[in-house]
């Protein structure tokens, strides 16, 4: 014979004698060999799903059984072509999901008559779904309720950590394994242009107002709300998405609550009402103030106003174009500042340098604070 025969028959035979090995196991372990309809038996009592390979064993052994089924006489004969075949179905084995259950396929789940599985229809007409399917949406409706298991986290990160070289050869299949997003959880990060909402219980749970709440802002730096209304009683609640617990509430006679803001430093309130009058809660010391009126506008009524963002001014809304500026330290009047027409809002620049007011002759004034100027004019 050739070389190239003699390479063949090494081959074959090199095949042949893992196969023995691992069918002697079958062979023993199954009492009855007509389980595996697709084999034959040799006269060595092998099975073989050829009749090639049944030959082949014959011509070489001489139709003698062969030994040699254990691993250490087995080594000296693999070859690289066939112990790749073992390691891809290996593999294929260890990547197997291992909630896979045949019967998935078989049970049918009706989405529309269960109120509870509703919501896990993806459209109107979707009315019965197989159990796989009905598996995998309950899994990701878990996880868009709660967060990745910490063991399942672990046992990610300890399969990425063993071999470097194939976690990128095997991470898309290991993604397309999993039901959970494809993307960050929106908590963290959203689309473009994409609002994130969630229903969270009322700020005012705790204590619902007994009339219309004319005022909502939330402290500078603390997870502190505050509201104020007609009722005239001003309430802050600590806000936490669960109990929301009154933390301080105040009633004022005489005193429907119309406008009420934070300080920049959070340390206090002040509250303004149709009243020449206003007050100012101090939240450190837990005491309420009246600041009785404001020079050269006794009898007028402040209703409105607004607090510089450096914590130095604050600016009410007067009447006939007045704007008057009070120190929010002293709170006493500074100046005024004289525009046209009514003022009918009011707002400082960022960086508190400049205040912008707008009134009925559709007008929008810049006016420098240091000067007390206006140095711009334009129509809205």
Known sequence: NSNAERVTLCNHVGKMLRRKGRLNVIAGACEDTTDLPRYKRSKTGILYDNEEDKNLEELVFGGQPFSGTNEKDLESYELSDSDSDEKDEKAEQRKEAVWCDEDDDVIRVDLVNNKGLRKLRKTQEETIVSGRIYTE?????????????????????NSKSKDDSSEDEEGGEELLQQTSRLLAS?????????????????AN?????????????????????????????????????ENNSLLQSIFLQRFPILTAHFTPSGEEVIMAAEKHWFYVFDLLAGKVTMI????????????????????????????????????????QWIADLKMNGSVTDVAFTPNSRHLLSTGSDGQVYVWDLNTRDCIHRFID
């Open 137 to 157: 949406r309950l899994r990701t409706q878990f996880l868009k309720l709660s967060q990745q298991p910490q063991w399942s986290l672990d046992l990610l990160q």
């Open 186 to 202: 929106s908590v963290q990060r959203l689309p473009k242009g994409v609002i994130d909402i969630k229903n969270m219980k009322d």
């Open 205 to 241: 749970h705790s204590k619902r107002a007994q009339a219309v709440i004319q005022a909502v802002e939330f402290h500078p730096s603390a997870s502190v709300v505050l509201t104020a209304g007609l009722h005239k009683t001003l309430s802050l609640f600590q806000i936490d998405g």
């Open 292 to 331: 009785n009126e404001i020079k050269g506008h006794s009898k007028e009524i402040f209703s409105k106003f607004q607090v510089s963002p450096d914590n130095q001014l604050i600016a009410f809304q007067g009447r006939d174009g007045y704007i008057p500026l009070l120190s929010n330290k002293t709170k």
